[in-house]
């Protein structure tokens, strides 16, 4: 058995990627906490940081098992956007916060690997669809209504 060490210089880098990964999905964390979504400020860093650190984890590990820790950790990201998935009645809603937490695993892994150039384009383009799609949705929500609803035309009826 080997004695235990520290490494200082990799307990920084560990620290640096770690937090990187958690300053990138904030943004979308507090999105979401401000919208009153159960997964939201806490949820989306821990998803991020989490996936770094098992990614972190990696050189330690014998050849063969860095593919199957990244394989449950996409699977076990995806077990927890489920979570955010709520059926209403014929209604379900939350699949793009369960998307989302998604990417926050794939902004963790990506830093970890380092390949932060990713990991930005990911977050960036996961706050940019978080917010700036919306107006876009609740357009199309609304004429999908409009197409559903019966039709209330006077007159004769064929």
Not at 119 to 145: C, G, H, N, S, W
Request: contains cysteine; charged residues 15%; glycine residues 12%.
């Amino acid at each position: 058995m080997q004695p235990l060490t520290f490494d200082w210089q990799f307990f920084w880098l560990c620290f640096e990627k770690i937090g990187i990964a958690w300053l990138l999905v904030m943004p979308t964390g507090w999105m979401s906490e401000k919208q009153g979504n159960s997964v939201g400020i806490r949820t989306f860093p821990l998803v991020a940081m989490a996936s770094c650190g098992f990614l972190l984890i990696i050189p330690d590990l014998p050849n063969g098992d860095s593919s199957r820790v990244l394989q449950g950790l996409v699977t076990g990201i995806g077990f927890v956007g489920g979570g955010a998935i709520v059926r209403d009645g014929i209604s379900v809603r939350g699949t793009a916060t369960a998307a989302s937490i998604w990417a926050a695993g794939a902004i963790g892994a990506a830093v970890a690997l380092g390949h932060i150039e990713i990991a930005l384009v990911v977050a960036v383009m996961d706050v940019f669809t978080m917010r700036a799609l919306v107006p876009i949705k609740q357009y199309i929500d609304r004429e999908r209504e409009e197409l559903d609803a019966p039709s209330h035309r006077s007159g004769n009826s064929e």
